[in-house]
């Protein structure tokens, strides 16, 4: 299994290698789909050239990435091409080993509930065989090295790629079982960027599934081992706060980066919800509808932590994807990440029920975006409702996309246990309706 | 005891008498017109009127003015402003055609503070002046806030006498959309001594004053020094405005002017107030090729000054000598050029400067300084001030600067970054500029979208980048002699000389006009339902999936409207649903 992967990687590095060299990297670099204010690369050479001049980084209102990040440019700034092929590359064989040691422990699950009987009988083409799940490692991890969204990404050299890396290590340590690890590269995922501490409850979830400790409010194992994970993350993270005060001996980086994230003032348009929504909002509500956008993106993590407390994996998909659909400043590179795991639902397929407009709908619109963006920018026989309306195209479609997995899965699970060929009491074919 | 009585009496007397002996402080007014032809042709007028109040206005109590307006007075004692410059100009200076300028202005209003060091809050008092100025000069100088107001460390240093200079205690700001009219000449008339009735004022006509190349208006309030040994500080306000009158248009294609043609007045008398009237009309190319002009009525002086590297001649119009009227009530100054000027004299001045926007699109853009050192052997350094709103953003890693194709390092770099909708950028440079070159001097931006309700009402009209700000020492090819500033005319006193090897020159570039991207102003509630119904379907969608569960569907009895089809199909023959 090695072999392919290899292959893989060297084809993907050939691609960025080339297109590095090509002159579409200046272009697809100023494509606002693809850098943001927040991980834009020219804004990291910016910060940078500001640190030479004796400024601080954080004094004027371009900069917005953490310390860690002028820590690792500063020495690396020359080889920046190189280190983000090798980002890419991290993530992809950390994702390929965390699915990999998923899909055994998905297998082992399957055994143990089809010795307990808790399947019904006639689901036997819905049970996953190893044969199926052998090349689902591999597929991930080209999923994410060969899809254009990452390749575009890495290209323009945005740090997007490096918050994926750290999610990716974060995914494969939780996987693995080592609690400190996931709770370290939880917290850097966390400082990075802040939403990913939605991630903390899925990767709570399985952490307990995996020590065989039930959830339950009731119970003291439970307790205590939630208490001592929050306590690794909250220190890592406590670390990894004071180390970056010790940079510029300031605290100018939180309001800079966290306060920028949570108050969205710079209305730069991109492929979210937000820029539009603020550039047309009355003065008044501005405060209001910023709180009810940055509760939306955490509001979703108990529901979904109730109804899918057997099935974390699935959990932290779903949440990544909300992440990615409504944080600030999204990108292409953080729909590449949870896009990196749909083969892992391939098994989903036949339960999907709009798949194919979804996908027609995700790919028109991607190529949209760059042509009404000319046309409002450069050419101006466009406005900026034309990219907005693609925005919102492109946003439903995603949410659709998550939705119907969603559904696939919740269709799965139920077939699984009430049988795939449901008959009425007088014996014709059923119709399953969620009510 | 009587003898004591007239001892304290005497003593009282004493005390009264060297009391009254300084009397009220004494203050003079001085008012010149300089005429000047312009190399391309045009026509200029500088006017200055000059108060100089021999008071120290910060510690004495005053409660009289004579010359000095109260308006101003109150205002530099409440805010213990040290020096004050405001200006109002419409149009351009053309450095390349017209020379090197006197005062040369930014286009919109301008204006720079520099407060005493005893002001706690310096932009508490900063924000106060410019609305008490507004008020005063009828110009929409409220509209100055921190998102135009910028600290400079290097440029604007004091014109008048000062001892500390902590740039902090300095406020620079301009307004390049500020438009000047008759409104703004009114009030700035009304300080004047004489108002608009005697002397050189009555020649302050609006209607022919805004049919010009060039308006502009300043008020200049700084400390001085009372005599040589500077011991004591005077006040000083200088009025001043420049016109440029385009000769081609009021002379009827000829380049003969007169002051009747230019103003459609004459002077009749000076002003009563004033201790010394002039006009000094610039004849320097008479001197240079015999009779090529000829000035009526003759003149009864001439003076001659070393102006800005320049031996320059001038014929003298002292309102006040009682023979200037004898002929005639009033004195129209007239020159007629003997011979058509085919070939101008077209000095290039030594330093001149202009700044374009370059790209295209709505996203991202260039701004480039061009400067011009047309000196043939010496370099000198010029200090480069740029304020950007915050709504362009600057990229200093692009800051590029060359000379003669070569990369040219600024030995100072002063840059502070902008805040957005707080401060703006802040870039000022001290650059050496080689003998007879070109610098080039580029900066790439990123253009911001806005809120909507941060646009004009006039969006697509652009949004105006204040003008750069050049101040430098230029030697001078010929040696200056530092003159008394109380006995040479006031247009050679603006700026304090420090030796006579170099003159100091601060020249403004264009504003410019850069278009930003602009969102559909009529779709707050559209898009408010949009994107709220994009959220209202991840809500919806996830609140079904995760409160609800897969049943298998039973047949229901069917409602009303099912029976009623029914019925309707039994009568028609169809089978029932």
New interface residues.
């Given amino acids: 299994m090695a072999a392919p992967l290899v292959l893989g990687i060297v084809v993907a590095v050939t691609v960025r290698a080339v297109l590095y060299r090509s002159s579409l990297a200046g272009f697809i670099s ?1 494509r606002v789909e693809v850098a943001s204010p927040l991980n834009a690369w ?1 804004r990291v ?2 910060g ?3 640190l030479d ?1 004796g ?1 601080s980084p954080y ?4 900069f917005h990435e953490t310390p860690l990040i002028i820590y690792l440019f500063h020495f690396l700034i020359e080889y920046s091409e190189l280190v983000f092929m090798i980002t890419d590359v991290l993530t992809a064989v950390a994702l390929y080993l965390a699915v990999q040691d998923f899909n055994k422990v998905v297998f082992k699950k399957q055994k143990l509930l089809m010795e307990l009987d808790r399947y019904a009988s006639d689901v036997a083409e819905l049970i996953r065989t190893p044969m199926e799940m052998h090349y689902i490692p591999l597929k991930v991890a080209l999923f994410y090295l060969l899809n254009p969204y990452t390749v575009m990404s890495c290209v323009a050299k945005s740090t997007c790629a490096i918050n994926n890396t750290v999610i990716a290590f974060f995914i494969l340590a939780t996987i693995k079982g080592s609690t400190l690890l996931s709770a370290i590269f939880l917290a850097l995922a966390t400082y990075q960027s802040l939403y990913p501490l939605t991630l903390f409850a899925p990767a709570l979830l399985y952490l307990l599934q995996r020590e065989f400790i039930p959830v339950k409010l009731k119970s003291k194992g439970f307790w205590l081992y939630t208490t001592q994970y929050a306590a690794l993350y909250l220190c890592s993270l406590v670390v990894i706060v004071c180390l970056s005060f010790f940079l510029l001996n300031s605290w100018d980086f939180i309001p800079s980066v966290y306060g920028f994230i949570l108050s969205v ?5 991109n492929i979210g ?1 937000f ?9 008044h509500f501005s405060l209001f509808f910023v709180c009810v ?1 940055q509760i ?1 993106v955490f509001f ?1 993590t108990i ?2 932590a ?2 899918l407390k057997e099935h974390p994996i699935f959990f932290l998909f779903v949440q990544l994807a ?1 992440i990615s ?2 944080k600030s400043y999204p990108t292409v590179g953080d729909v590449a990440l949870y896009m990196a795991f749909l083969p892992l639902w391939s098994h989903l397929y036949r339960f999907l029920r709009n798949i194919f407009i979804l996908s027609c709908v995700l790919i028109v619109c991607s190529l949209l975006f760059p042509v009404l963006w000319h046309l ?3 050419a ?1 026989s466009a ?3 034309f990219y ?1 309306a693609i925005t ?1 195209t492109f ?2 479609g995603q ?2 996309l998550i ?1 119907d997995y ?2 696939a899965f ?2 799965r699970e ?1 077939y699984l246990t009430h049988g795939l060929y ?1 008959t ?1 009491k007088d014996g014709t074919e ?6 | 005891m009587a003898g004591a009585v007239a001892a304290v009496l005497g003593l009282l007397l004493l005390l009264g008498s060297a009391g009254g002996s300084t009397g009220p402080p004494r203050d003079s007014l001085r008012e010149e017109l300089l005429l000047s032809p312009l190399p391309s042709g045009d026509l200029a007028a500088t006017f200055q009127f000059r108060a100089r109040w021999d008071s120290e206005l910060h510690r004495e109590g005053v409660s009289h003015y004579r010359l000095f307006p109260k308006a101003l007075g109150q205002l530099i004692s409440k805010f213990l402003v040290r020096e004050l410059h405001l200006s109002l100009t419409q149009g351009f200076w053309r450095t390349r055609t017209w020379g090197q300028p006197y005062l040369q202005a930014p286009a919109g209003a301008e204006l720079w503070v520099w407060f005493q060091d005893s002001v706690t809050d310096v932009d508490k008092a900063w924000k106060e002046l410019s609305n008490i100025l507004s008020g005063i000069f009828c110009a929409s100088l409220n509209f100055i806030d921190s998102t135009n107001t910028v600290t400079p460390t290097a440029s604007f240093k004091p014109l008048g006498l000062a001892n500390v200079t902590d740039h902090h205690l300095l406020r620079y700001a301009v307004l390049p959309r500020e438009v000047v009219c008759t409104e703004n000449l009114t009030p700035w008339k009304k300080l004047l001594p004489c108002g608009s009735k005697a002397g050189l004022a009555v020649l302050l006509k609006a209607e022919r004053l805004f049919h010009t190349s060039y308006h502009s208006q300043a008020v200049h309030i700084r400390p001085i020094c009372r005599d040589a040994s500077c011991q004591s500080v005077s006040w000083e306000l200088r009025q001043t405005l420049t016109v440029v009158f385009d000769t081609f248009s009021i002379g009827q294609g000829k380049r003969d002017w007169s002051l009747f043609k230019m103003f459609s007045r004459t002077v009749t008398e000076a002003c009563p107030l004033a201790s010394e009237s002039k006009i000094y009309v610039d004849i320097s190319s008479k001197t240079q090729e015999n009779e090529l002009l000829e000035v009526t009525p003759l003149p009864l002086s001439m003076h001659e000054a070393s102006v800005q590297g320049d031996r320059r001649t001038y014929a003298v119009y002292d309102l006040l000598s009682p023979s200037l009227f004898n002929v005639s009530r009033s004195l129209n100054v007239q020159l007629k050029w003997k011979r058509p000027q085919d070939s101008l004299d077209l000095s290039t001045p030594v330093l001149h400067a202009q700044r374009y926007v370059s790209g295209y699109g709505l996203q991202t853009g260039e701004i480039s300084t061009l400067i011009y050192n047309t000196h043939p052997y010496r370099a000198f350094p010029v200090i480069l001030l740029e304020t950007v709103p915050w709504y362009l953003r600057l990229y200093v890693h692009t800051l590029v600067i060359t000379t003669k194709g070569k990369e040219n390092k600024p030995s100072y770099i002063h840059y502070q970054p902008a805040q957005d909708r707080r401060r703006p950028h802040l870039l000022e440079m001290l650059i050496q500029l080689p003998a007879n070159s070109v610098t080039k001097i580029t900066i790439q931006f990123e253009r911001a979208l806005l809120k909507w309700t941060e646009y004009t009402p006039d969006p697509n009209h652009g949004f105006y980048v204040s003008p750069s700000v050049l101040s430098a020492l230029v030697p001078s090819v010929i040696a200056m002699k530092a003159e008394d500033a109380e006995q040479s005319p006031l247009f050679t006193s603006l700026f304090p000389s420090s030796d006579g090897s170099s003159y100091f020159v601060r020249l403004y570039t264009e504003p410019l006009l850069v278009n930003l991207p602009t969102p559909d102003f009529s779709m707050p509630y559209n898009v408010i339902c949009l994107t709220c119904t994009v959220v209202a379907v991840c809500y919806g969608s996830f609140y079904n999936l995760l409160t609800r569960t897969f049943h298998v569907e039973e047949p229901s009895r069917g409602g009303l409207a099912k029976r009623l089809a029914n019925i309707i199909r039994k009568v028609r023959g169809v089978p029932p649903l």
Wanted: glycine share 4%; aromatic share 22%; proline share 5%.
């Fill in positions: 100023e020219k050479v910016e940078l050239a500001l001049l400024v004094s004027g209102d371009v003032p710079d209305l730069t348009p919800l820029w539009y929504f603020f550039a047309e909002m009355f003065e956008f939306n979703y529901p979904l109730v109804k909300i659909i409504f409002w920018i450069y101006g406005n900026s409702n907005y919102l946003n439903v949410i659709l939705s969603f559904y919740l269709r139920y449901l009425r059923a119709m399953l309706v969620l009510k």
